[in-house]
């Protein structure tokens, strides 16, 4: 075989080889692109089912993952995806904002990843989430209260009074700047709860109206004796009452107080609002106790959403502290009858720190 038969047979054998890798490349099919897609939703503290309005989804495979927000249906999709098997998660955080040292919120979340297969048609997959409450909490019993003479603590913890603020902020008139303030006393503290038996779980707590502090004594707070004891007790006896007080009724025993007669306030149930609640039950990463709320002389249904501070241990005093971050809001004009300007129709939102420990 001479060099040009060679050349023209090599040249020949060359096309042939590139037009069958052509031919063949057209013949194989295109693996499809397919999406996955469904619906987010949670259990609500009614019991309801509730569309989990931007909750994050996150679908992985065994290279990579991707994530996309739930819109206001609670509807989410993935688009032109290979086939193969993934998994899918989501979570849910029901003020949809970070989270800080206090209890904005609760996370509801899928129980395990969901598996799924993606082949040549669309799938559809539903992502119920679940209340799972909190792992690793102590049983936290406090009995904390008047007892006629001065306030004791009975239960197998110990409430810390002093560390735990009772906080209230609503906008001023109903569209101004928030204001805040704070009661420094619960008159009762009686907390008895079990993270694995809820049903025997329960809170009973009483606050004091007249330990009110927005940082205004004489103004709108009311002006104790002896303001360097911070001890609001039933016998508490004061010179002067601030705004607030004829806000919630609350008025001196015989008649307005002067420096030259103080007067205590002991006969006005008004003075002291309360929750006692009828259940506990885990609401996403917490829990929430339903119960009902006495104040201004109303009772009302509520719900406070919490979740217990996982137990910590100070060396410098060989005490084992934990407690309780919680929240509930409530509509002082529209539900209870509070007539001030100030609230107009506005919600007021009310944040629980409950400190308690126990010695070692």
């Known amino acids: 075989m001479n060099m040009k038969t060679l050349k023209f047979l090599s040249a020949f054998l060359l096309l042939f080889a590139l037009l069958t890798v052509v031919r063949c490349s057209e013949d194989e099919p295109v693996p499809p692109l397919v999406s996955v ?43 032109n995806l290979s086939t193969g098997a993934y ?14 040292g206090r209890m904005d919120g609760l996370t509801f979340t899928t ?6 297969n993606v082949a040549s048609t669309d799938v559809v997959q539903e992502l119920p989430l679940v209340s799972t409450g909190q792992t690793g909490i102590e049983v936290l019993a406090a009995n904390y209260a008047w007892t ?8 197998a913890w110990t409430y810390d009074a002093v560390h735990s603020p009772l906080t209230f902020e ?17 008159s009762k503290a009686v907390f008895n709860f079990d993270p694995n038996n809820l049903a025997t779980s329960s809170f009973n707590f009483e606050v ?20 360097d004891v911070p001890l609001f ?30 007067q205590p306030i002991t006969v006005n149930t008004k003075r002291y609002a309360q929750f006692v609640s009828t259940s506990v039950a885990k609401l996403g990463d917490g829990y929430v106790a339903k119960g009902n709320v006495v104040f201004n002389g109303v009772t009302k249904p509520a719900e406070i959403w ?37 609230l107009a129709d506005a919600a007021i939102k009310i944040q629980i720190s409950i400190v308690m420990y126990k010695q070692l």
């Open 306 to 342: 919490f979740k217990a501070v996982p137990a910590w241990t100070d060396p410098s005093n060989n005490r084992i502290y934990s407690g309780f971050e919680g929240r509930f809001s409530m509509k002082a004009k529209a539900d209870y009858g509070i007539t001030s300007s100030s």
């Open 87 to 100: 998994t899918l998660r989501a979570t849910y955080f029901s003020d949809n904002k970070n989270i800080s």
């Open 148 to 155: 006629g003479s001065a306030y004791a603590n009975t239960g």
């Open 37 to 79: 897609s469904g619906k987010v939703t949670f259990t609500d503290a009614s019991g309801a089912t509730a569309n989990a309005l931007g909750a994050v989804v996150y679908l992985a495979n065994t290279t990579a993952s991707i994530s996309t927000i739930s819109d206001e249906n609670g509807d989410y999709n993935f688009t």
């Open 208 to 227: 004091d109206l007249a330990s009110v502090n927005t940082r205004t004594p004489g103004g709108r707070d009311n002006r104790l004796t002896n303001m």
């Open 233 to 262: 007790s039933p016998a508490s006896m004061f010179t002067e009452l601030g705004c607030i007080m004829g806000t919630f009724g609350i008025t001196a025993d015989n008649a307005t107080p002067t420096d030259a007669v103080p």
């Open 111 to 116: 129980s395990e990843p969901v598996a799924i």
């Open 170 to 186: 609503f906008p001023y008139r109903g569209t101004e700047a928030d204001f805040s303030g704070s009661f420094s006393q619960l």
